[in-house]
């Protein structure tokens, strides 16, 4: 008789078991199905199959506050000594880890293809060196210009800026808009 009971008790754990497993993949795929997650049609369709979602700078402020800091305090003092080179007072700052969640995502794969080209191109990869802090990136109001911007290990400058240009049939193209540029470090 004890050995039934034994085994009972086996039978209903693992019953309660199988239940919990069933509600919890259940809860899951109902989260998945309401979350922004496009479908790989719907990416398609709307030709932004280079889509992309990751945590954003605004997570890593909440997460890791004093390293998001630093980073936003050396974008802003490269954005103050810029204004006084080009007007962008009413560009948008954010994190160049962010371009696509605030720029690309919402671009033709075409025009993505330039962009991406110029942004992660030779020219950054000649500037950055050992040292220098994460890039920030400026948008322009109506977005046909970036530029990409960093505090150098030095203490100056750097910054690319990137132009849009707009063909006869509609279609916008990126370019570099000369070399990188250097912003010495203010002497006191």
């Known amino acids: 008789m004890s050995t039934i009971k034994g085994k ?9 078991l199988i239940v919990f497993t069933v509600v919890f993949i259940r809860l899951a795929q109902s989260g998945y199905a309401q979350s922004t997650h496009k479908t790989y049609l719907e990416l398609v369709k709307e ?5 992309n979602e990751h945590p954003s700078f605004e997570d890593e402020l909440r997460d890791a506050p004093e390293s998001a800091k630093k980073q936003l305090d050396s974008w802003e003092r490269a954005v103050a000594k810029l204004k006084g080179r080009l007007p962008v007072e009413d560009w948008k700052l954010i994190s ?24 992660y191109g030779d020219e950054r990869k000649a500037a950055l060196e050992i040292g220098d802090l994460f890039p920030g990136a400026l948008i322009s109001p109506n977005q ?6 960093w ?6 400058t750097a910054y690319i800026q990137i132009d849009s240009k707009t063909d006869s049939d509609g279609n916008r193209t990126w ?5 990188a540029n250097i912003i010495e470090k203010d002497v006191k």
């Open 8 to 16: 009972g008790k086996y039978w209903m754990v693992a019953v309660c």
């Open 47 to 51: 030709d932004k199959l280079y889509y």
């Open 96 to 119: 160049s880890g962010d371009i696509d969640l605030h720029f690309t995502n919402f671009l033709p794969s075409q025009e993505v293809a330039t962009f991406n080209s110029v942004f």
């Open 175 to 179: 370019d570099l808009n000369g070399k």
């Open 151 to 156: 505090e150098k290990g030095d203490g100056s």
């Open 144 to 149: 046909d210009q970036v530029i990409l911007l």
